[in-house]
């Protein structure tokens, strides 16, 4: 029988967490093993990890066909795992509720929108409803993926119930891209948050990838990692989870400016075309979804400039794509000013980071409006960049991550 603590070989757990912390990987996993006994009454079997992810460059491209350039990263969601022959499943998170979800009922619930419970008996009904099997586990998870910031602590949830029904039920033959389309069809329908691909992905795949989405489905391209930066993460105040209204207006206008050219996506539409009618279209849609289509088809652009510069290590030039995007962002697709709010904790995360001694790139994160701000910085200058990062956002608000080398998984137990 596996050891009850996962005996995973260092060599793995680096692709995992980069430079990590032995000790707190261990004492993770002792807290988790505690958990399990107290909730379940038992002994886990199996140990699963599922990462957070960044978005490098493509912010708000991938709902209408764009593409995207995202990577995991070292934070992740950690579960120990028991196989269970009742249909039932059952997950447990410190200071949380018990999640409980009957394989027997797997219709979607309008009552469970925003809820864990809803991801889980999303997923489970993905797989179903394609002919993979399903069945009951119990779980002990922890995250160290901050939830509501931009990091998808919801795709990072998603992901390990998708890996754990993968590798338990399906002997681990269900490839990344399912995997990611069933982690997003149980956050769109059952969740009740539109959303893109983009999130699930990453995570999914693992490493840096480039993903392009012009046909509605992930096509992606594993690329090299990035040239010598390091990546920082700021919480810089807010929870966008009570924002989805603001987000998915995005969607929504964007969709509106290609309706005019009697197309569903921004991506089907020529940009010559668009930018030849812009007269027209100001008498027919707002001036803000103008801008941020704008944004969408030189958001394209730059996604390919950020891929060009990793293929060829270019620094320099991978350094001013994710400016331009974050530049981008700011004016044209304006999601870093939510709608009534004076407190302005994004841009002002990102003129603080500008600042900073090493810093070389600064923006907005993920859906943008409030969480979390990127910044890649020379890593020469780390220990003076802490000494920075604790001054102006104090040193629970910032993480400096490792890109992970590999999507959700089972750690192997020896």
């Known amino acids: 029988m596996a050891s009850v603590i996962p005996n995973v070989d260092n060599s793995f757990l680096k692709q995992v967490y980069g430079d990590f912390d032995p000790r707190f990987f261990e004492s993770r996993c002792s807290s988790l093993v505690d958990d399990f006994a107290e909730n379940f009454s038992s002994q886990p079997d199996e140990w699963f990890s599922s990462p957070g992810r960044i978005e490098i460059v493509g912010n708000h491209t991938d709902h209408n066909n764009g593409k995207v350039l995202c990577a995991s990263i070292s934070l992740d969601t950690l579960a120990c795992v028991k196989k269970t022959d009742d ?37 489970a009904a993905f797989y179903k409803e394609r002919g993979y099997s399903i069945g009951g586990f119990c779980a002990s998870a922890h995250s160290t993926v ?19 029904l993968n590798c338990l039920y399906n002997d681990g033959k269900i490839d990344a891209v399912t995997k990611a389309v069933a982690a997003h069809h149980a956050e769109s329908v059952f969740f009740g948050k539109p959303c893109g691909l983009l999130d699930q992905c990453a995570i999914s795949l693992g490493g840096v990838s480039y993903i392009d989405f012009f046909d509605g489905q992930p096509h992606p391209m594993r690329l090299n990692s990035i040239p010598d930066l390091s990546v920082v993460l700021v919480n810089a105040g807010g929870d966008h989870s009570s924002l989805t209204d603001q987000y998915a207006a995005i969607r929504t206008e964007m969709n509106k400016v290609a309706g005019v050219f009697r197309k569903k996506v921004l991506r089907d539409v020529q940009d010559a075309e668009f930018f030849n009618r812009l007269p027209e279209l100001r008498r027919k849609v707002s001036g803000r979804a103008i801008l941020r289509a704008i944004h969408f088809f030189e958001e394209n652009v730059r996604v390919e400039e950020a891929k060009a510069a990793l293929e060829n290590a270019d620094r320099d030039s991978f350094v001013k794509a994710v400016n331009k995007s974050g530049e981008s962002s700011m004016c044209l697709l304006q999601n870093c000013y939510p709608e009534g709010d004076k407190t302005q904790s994004i841009p002002s995360a990102v003129e603080i980071l500008k600042r900073m001694d090493g810093v070389k790139a600064s923006r907005v994160h993920g859906g943008g409006f409030a969480g979390t701000v990127i910044a890649f910085a020379e890593p020469s200058k780390t220990a003076a960049l802490r000494e920075s990062l604790d001054v102006a956002f104090g040193n629970e608000n910032y993480f400096i991550v490792n890109v992970r080398k590999v999507g959700a998984c089972r750690l192997p137990n020896d």
């Open 87 to 123: 249909g039932v499943i059952r997950i447990h998170s410190g200071g949380y509720p018990m999640i409980t979800v009957d394989l027997n009922n797997l219709s979607v619930n309008v009552k469970e929108y925003s809820t864990s419970t809803a991801l889980v008996r999303g997923v």
């Open 146 to 164: 901050f939830k509501g910031a931009g990091v998808s602590s919801s795709a990072s949830f998603e992901l390990l119930v998708a890996e754990i």
